[in-house]
């Protein structure tokens, strides 16, 4: 420990020395040019939900740092803890010894953003505990997110529905282009497959670099799609639109990225489930697709009590296959939860 780090724990009160962080999870609904048809590649629109989050605590340790975690196969998360709070410390020169405790964990490689949210919860903890002002696109620079899509760094200050620029040749995060408030009444049923994993890492890499570009005409539609149908029917709670905006987009970036995944969707049986809602929706009132490389998929709907409709048809109907794991969840139009160097919560 050097001796600002001691000057600095010696002011510290012990009252205020466990730093919290709740981190939503994220739905990504696709991209707008996967190929930078114009020179700029990616571009994303992405959904921050309730119900799924990261949680940990960051506070003092004795001597060297001590991590932990409460959730089951939580090795994995760990070591990328461990890896971020060393380059945290190599890049602020902070480096007392800290303890962190893992409480919950986004499901890795499944559609929810994992990454980028562990990564930003230890990184506004560290800056917190610290009393670094560092603000969170910095933070997930510092720890290589945001490469490709920024919605996750900006979902985990405000929540709501996000638009992003794509990333620019500079390695910063993608520029926030818009972000809505989701209406209240709207509901996600939430699909997940705990056998299968999406593509990450060098994979992923390699299984875009395979695929030849999306056509410019593509990227154009799916702009048009998001500008004049997504976007409005959001903001203005008109719900078809939305709707048939959503699945435009997913139809299109499905048939491209089909080769990469062995399918439109990751996972057979949520796809067989997803193909079922859309019919039994009619196609007009629910908002269908997969997250990011899945296997996690959505069907965004009106009412809650649409939401529940189709979940209980879909069981009745025998669609349902046992092993998918099913919640209907709202948007979240906020982001994370900071506790601890404040008397009350804080939301960013």
Request: overall charge neutral; some cysteine.
């Amino acid at each position: 420990m050097t001796s600002a780090d001691l000057a600095f724990a010696s002011r510290l009160d012990q009252s205020v020395r466990t730093v919290s962080v709740s981190a939503p999870g994220r739905l990504h609904l696709g991209f707008l040019d996967p190929s930078g048809s114009l020179g700029r590649a990616f571009g994303s629109l992405g959904l921050v939900i309730d119900s799924f989050t990261t949680d940990l605590e960051l506070s003092a340790s004795a001597s060297s740092d001590q991590l932990s975690a409460d959730v089951p196969a939580g090795e994995a998360e760990l070591a990328r803890a461990a890896d971020y709070l060393a380059v945290l410390k190599q890049r602020s020169g902070r480096h007392a010894p800290l303890s962190l405790r893992l409480r919950h964990a986004l499901p890795p490689h499944a559609g929810f953003g994992s990454g980028t949210q562990l990564a930003s919860a230890i990184g506004r903890a560290f800056a917190e505990w610290h009393g670094l002002d560092l603000d969170t696109g910095t933070l997930a620079h510092w720890l290589g997110r945001g490469l490709r899509s920024g919605i996750g760094i900006a979902g985990f200050d405000s929540g709501g529905l996000l638009l992003d620029g794509g990333p620019g040749a500079d390695g910063l995060p993608a520029p926030l282009l818009s972000r809505i408030e989701f209406p209240e009444e709207w509901r996600v049923i939430v699909v997940q497959d705990p056998v299968h994993k999406g593509l990450s890492g060098g994979a992923e890499k390699k299984a875009i670099a395979a695929l030849p570009p999306l056509p410019q005409a593509g990227a154009a539609e799916i702009c048009h799609q998001v500008l004049m149908r997504v976007l409005p029917g959001a903001a203005r709670a008109e719900f078809a639109p939305f709707a048939a905006g959503i699945n435009r987009m997913q139809q299109l970036l499905g048939q491209h990225f089909a080769p990469a995944q062995g399918g439109i969707y990751t996972s057979a049986a949520v796809g067989r489930l997803m193909h079922w809602f859309a019919d039994a929706s009619r196609g007009h009132d629910a908002a269908i697709g997969q997250s990011s490389w899945g296997p996690t998929s959505f069907a965004i709907v009106p009412s809650h009590v649409r939401a529940e409709m189709l979940v209980d048809a879909a069981r009745a109907s025998g669609q349902l296959d046992p092993r998918l794991e099913l919640r209907i969840v709202s948007g979240r139009n906020r982001g994370a939860v900071v506790r601890g160097r404040a008397a009350e919560p804080r939301n960013r």
